[in-house]
């Protein structure tokens, strides 16, 4: 199990990002806890006014809310009184089971997952204490609720690296519902320090993120529309704007992600290069598929940035395995678009390309080696796990 916890400042949206989903069959309400009625008796104002009450009693705290997920493995074995067991059993370990809160169980991914909405403000006006809360407190509880109810490990899973993604397809199921899982993976899972860097991340799973024309307020006010791409990595249907997503996507928020991704990417620079280096040290020369295909069974991706005449300017290697993305020239200068390009044939004055020194036989999509298992939605491993207790259930 694996377990994500959000902190926002408002409830109401919180309970509205679950409740359509609930409406819409992609989710149930299957526990409630600090309600004087039964759940399925209130509508989604009172249900609002409950957290309200709470909220109200100390306005000057605007961080008020705390969305949950708990996330299983698909081959855990859960019927509904495990569910609701496991849900109540992680609110009291991390010390919120006096707390009132809704367990909702999503529909909509591969894999079984609970979101749990709760606020931190107590009946006294005062705020919980929830400073690293989900090292020092979720991280264990976590485990001992794997433990309890026998339920895959989640550093098997992590370790296994069984989290992938798979790229987006127009039509196969609603844009925003793929669009939202697949940037909800990758902010929770990769380091990247730019919105090239991002793209070329989403560029793998056939989705772009686009600040469009300069001199259109949205620009101004770093927002951003997200797209599905097609084959031909042109997008197709309607954008869809980062603040229709719950998790708000906006360039201004993603700026703390590139932030964070420049720590966090660091150590993993060494091993992407000895793989890199495995792959380009096979070949004199080899051709654009070949360099492609060879990367992307050591997990990586590579993204080769081309002007209007198809001159290659730049290369990114996004890195499935570590989950993070450079530019060559981050890398080193051997690893700079003009040292690789070296080995590229020019023809026609127009493309440039590469002829292997060696054939080989992979051929295909290059995202297959990648892409061995799909979860979306997939979390951040940083949450806890609890002991088994009874009180304050309700099953609906």
């Known amino acids: ?216 307020a949205m620009f101004e006010k770093k927002g951003l529309l997200y797209s599905i791409l097609d084959e031909k990595q042109n997008p197709i249907g309607v954008p869809i704007k980062a603040s229709n997503f719950y998790s708000q996507p906006t360039l201004k928020n993603l700026e703390k992600d590139f932030q964070a991704g420049m720590e966090k990417r660091r150590p993993m620079k060494e091993n992407l290069k000895k793989r890199i280096d495995w792959v380009l040290q096979k070949y004199n020369t080899v051709s654009r598929n070949t360099l492609v295909n060879e990367l992307a069974k050591q997990h990586i991706g590579l993204v080769l940035r081309q002007n209007e005449k198809g001159i290659v300017y730049g290369l990114t290697f996004v890195d499935h395995k570590l989950k993070a993305v450079f530019n060559g020239s981050d890398l080193g200068k051997e690893y700079s678009a003009k040292a690789v390009t070296q080995k590229f044939a020019v023809q026609d004055q127009i493309r440039t390309y590469l002829k292997a020194n060696t054939p080989t036989h992979y051929l295909g999509n290059p995202l297959e080696a990648l892409l061995e298992k799909a979860d979306y939605d997939a979390p951040t491993f940083i949450g806890k796990k609890k002991k088994k207790k009874k009180s304050n259930q309700q099953n609906l």
């Open 1 to 216: 199990m694996v377990a994500k916890i959000k902190f926002g400042k408002s409830m109401r949206g919180i309970l509205i990002y679950n409740e359509t989903k609930v409406e819409k069959g992609e989710a149930n309400i299957i526990l409630a806890s600090g309600f004087a009625m039964d759940i399925d008796k209130l509508n989604l104002n009172q249900k609002i006014q409950r957290f309200k009450n709470l909220t109200d009693l100390n306005p000057t705290v605007k961080t008020n809310a705390m969305h949950i997920s708990l996330n299983f493995d698909a081959t855990d074995k859960l019927d509904l009184q495990k569910v609701q067991q496991i849900a109540q059993t992680y609110m009291e370990q991390i010390g919120f089971g006096e707390q009132p809160f809704i367990a909702y169980q999503h529909l909509d991914a591969a894999h079984p997952h609970i979101h749990i909405a709760t606020t931190v403000m107590q009946k006294d006006g005062k705020r919980k204490y929830t400073h690293n809360l989900g090292r020092l407190v979720s991280e264990p509880a976590r485990k001992a609720i794997e433990i309890e109810f026998d339920l895959i490990k989640a550093e098997g899973r992590k370790q296994n690296n069984t989290l992938a993604i798979k790229p987006a397809v127009y039509g196969k199921q609603p844009t925003k519902q793929t669009i939202n899982s697949i940037l909800l993976s990758v902010r929770g899972n990769y380091a990247f320090t730019s919105l090239a860097e991002f793209n070329a991340i989403l560029g793998q799973f056939n989705i772009r993120a686009d600040r469009g024309n300069e001199e259109t």
